[in-house]
């Protein structure tokens, strides 16, 4: 898969065009697992659709096994399954049905020894013959995913495929999409949960107001940020200069220290200032840590 200087303009009313994508080039070689992260708004939806032939793009081309998007469409969208964000169905028709139906779009007769396989992978079975306004958000997602896997396509995209779904399905899903990888098959995933992408990324590329911040193995990003980190828990306010630097989820806070010794300065300012902590521990850095850094560290663009 390749991406070679695109660009992506949304004209607005009363307003200049808002640059969705500038200059976006990357490859994803075949069989690798490869994230798309991003804020919200740093156009990774808007990369799928141009990827998916939904939307063209303002310049630039794309290449899917070999086939740019626009002028060899069919083969290329052959060669993708792809998993939307939202749920999109349509109610009548059953679950087995919407496969048949999907299978049937790439002229697919035969197709019932894999649709079962889909369903058995993905813990649908007992849902075959249920109307998909029958099911809840999460099985309805199983199926949006069986549906992208239908025609056995080379290269899976997945647009936040776990966004709002619980743990059971999550592991489910993973579980089946490595074993994909693992037979060959190119994934694509964009994501808001850093840690499913540290587990499973080869390489990550980090989007940030339509531009490539950062492209590298999951493995360099995060020994670029090899800082060792102090996580405690407390229900006092931190000193402004340490609030700063710090990454607080509900009790919990986060924070950086540059070398070894580093955490002792922070204990001693934390003593200082009066902030009663438990739980601590010691930890290295995630990616989340290289992300927020990366965000923080580029400045907001003109035009945007
Ligand atoms: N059809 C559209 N018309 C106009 N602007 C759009 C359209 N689609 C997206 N945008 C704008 O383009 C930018 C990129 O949006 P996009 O949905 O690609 O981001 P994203 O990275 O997928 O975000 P999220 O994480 O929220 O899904 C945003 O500023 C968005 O408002």
């Given at each position: ?18 640059q ?36 063209r793009?303002?310049?630039?081309r794309?290449e ?86 239908v ?33 060959g098959?190119t994934?694509l ?6 840690e ?14 339509g ?84 965000m ?9």
């Open positions: 898969m390749r991406f070679e200087g695109v660009e992506k303009r949304y004209a607005r009313q009363g307003a200049a065009p808002l969705a994508l500038q200059g976006v080039s990357f490859d994803i070689q075949p069989g690798e697992f490869f994230g798309l992260l991003g804020p919200n708004g740093a156009g990774k939806t808007t990369l799928i659709s141009l990827l998916a032939g939904l939307a793009a303002s310049a630039g794309i899917v096994m070999g086939h740019e998007v626009v002028s060899d469409y069919a083969a290329a969208r052959r060669a993708l399954g792809i998993v939307p964000q939202e749920l999109v169905f349509d109610p009548f028709f059953s679950v087995r049905e919407t496969l048949r139906i999907q299978s049937g779009y790439f002229g697919l007769r035969r197709n019932e020894a894999w649709i079962d396989e889909l369903l058995e992978a993905l813990g649908l079975a007992d849902k075959a013959g249920a109307n998909m306004r029958q099911l809840s958000g999460g099985m309805k997602r199983r199926v949006l995913v069986a549906q992208a896997l025609h056995r396509p080379p290269v899976i995209v997945l647009d936040e495929p776990t966004a709002g779904v619980d743990v059971e399905l999550r592991q489910t899903l993973w579980a089946f999409i490595s074993r994909l990888n693992r037979a098959h994934v995933l964009t994501t808001h949960y850093l499913e992408a540290e587990a499973l990324c080869h390489r990550i590329a980090m989007l940030k107001q531009r490539v911040v950062a492209l590298d193995r999951t493995a360099a990003l995060l020994a670029g940020a090899a800082h060792p980190v102090l996580r405690f828990k407390t229900d006092d306010a931190l000193p402004a200069a340490l609030a700063a630097q710090a990454r607080v989820t509900g009790r919990t806070v986060q924070l950086p220290a540059r070398e070894v010794h580093g955490i002792e300065t922070l204990l001693a300012s934390l003593r200082q200032a009066g902030v009663r902590i438990e739980d601590l521990e010691i930890g290295r850095a995630d990616l989340e840590d290289v992300f927020l850094g990366l923080a560290a580029q400045a907001p663009e003109a035009g945007r």
